[in-house]
């Protein structure tokens, strides 16, 4: 794009402490803020999406949590900036969200649950959140060096920021969420990403995750994908970076940062459903499935792979995997074919 040439440096000639660091090839996310690390000089990295926008006053709430003990992780409340009309839309820190992740190791948002109401006093308090977004977060420098920072093992993108959250977690540090700090993130309907063939990134990086920090947990990822590992290259020294660290176990945490998770292994029942009829059938006989999990919480389902873990859309929409939390309050319905 031009105007990320010269127009860009010409703009940010005028911005003293402004500096851009350009990679000479394609990076990703992940190397490209590394690399950003290896020029900044501050004891803090804050890392930004580039498509974000900061609100006044947003950066000292951060640094103000950081300087307390800087061994605390955080994140400012993340504004939706319409992806169409740029418009700002401010969220109420009455309404904010934390951070969790499901079995699929994917990201995903849910309310502040009542045990963490009640440890803080005011809404203004920052929030311990289990996991980060991971666009947006501000960290001491020295403690991101002695997590590892990132698995240099990771490409591109994916896993990373659940990758800092459990670390952060488990080798002594705390994630919160910041009230008093606002910055605004456009998000997009699709991933802006054009991805290799043949090399599933995000599988890569999300089994490097499970196998050097989920312990015995991570057979329930490896069941989400068929338990088709792949080349995902050699962890021993993340693993030996843990041990060096006496990080706490992945059960610890879930035990005590983030209990509300479903885990599969206390489910009373499970297993994989399949249609006989058509595909069709199947995806809306899923979504009567997930109607009744988000009315009942009795039932999980999954989306599972068949034909050797091979994704594509006939085999998601062909096979679901559920779990089920109590026999007595369940009743499955689905449409079956004709
Ligand atoms: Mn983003």
């Not at 499970?270 to 199947?282: K, P």
């Amino acid at each position: 794009m031009p105007h990320l040439g010269r127009p860009l440096e010409d703009y940010v000639a005028n911005l003293p402490k402004v500096h851009i660091v350009r990679a000479k090839r394609r990076e990703g996310l992940i190397r490209a803020r590394l690399l950003g690390a290896a020029h900044a000089t501050a004891p803090v990295l804050t890392y930004l999406d580039s498509h974000c926008e900061a609100t006044e006053g947003w950066l000292e709430p951060l640094l103000d949590r950081i300087a307390r003990n800087s061994t605390t992780v955080v994140c400012p409340v993340i504004d939706v900036i319409n992806d169409n009309t740029f418009e700002y839309h401010y969220r109420d820190s009455s309404s904010l969200n934390v951070g969790g992740f499901d079995w699929n190791l994917q990201f995903n948002w849910h309310a502040i649950p009542s045990r963490e109401k009640e440890r803080r006093p005011h809404n203004w308090d920052p929030v311990w959140s289990p996991t980060m977004a991971g666009g947006l977060f501000s960290i001491d420098r020295k403690f991101f060096e002695k997590l590892g920072t990132y698995d240099s093992g990771f490409d591109i993108w994916g896993g990373e920021n659940l990758e800092l959250s459990f670390k952060t977690w488990m080798c002594g540090g705390t994630l919160e969420i910041v009230p008093c700090s606002h910055v605004g993130h456009i998000f997009r309907k699709r991933s802006p990403y054009s991805w290799r063939r043949g090399v599933n990134v995000l599988k890569k990086n999300s089994v490097r995750l499970a196998a050097v920090w989920l312990d015995d947990y991570a057979k329930y990822y490896y069941q989400r994908i068929g338990n088709d590992l792949g080349d995902y290259g050699d962890v021993s020294s993340r693993v030996k970076l843990r041990t060096d660290l006496g990080c706490k176990s992945f059960g610890w945490y879930l035990k005590n940062i983030y209990p509300e998770l479903f885990i599969p292994g206390e489910a009373v029942a499970s297993g994989e459903v399949s249609t006989m009829s058509s595909a069709s059938l199947w995806y809306y006989s899923s979504f009567s499935l997930l109607h009744e999990i988000l009315t009942t919480s009795t039932i999980f389902l999954y989306l599972c792979y068949v034909e050797g873990g091979a994704i594509s859309k006939d085999s998601i929409i062909l096979c679901s995997y559920i779990y089920i939390l109590n026999l007595h309050r369940v009743s499955i319905y689905y449409a079956r074919g004709a």
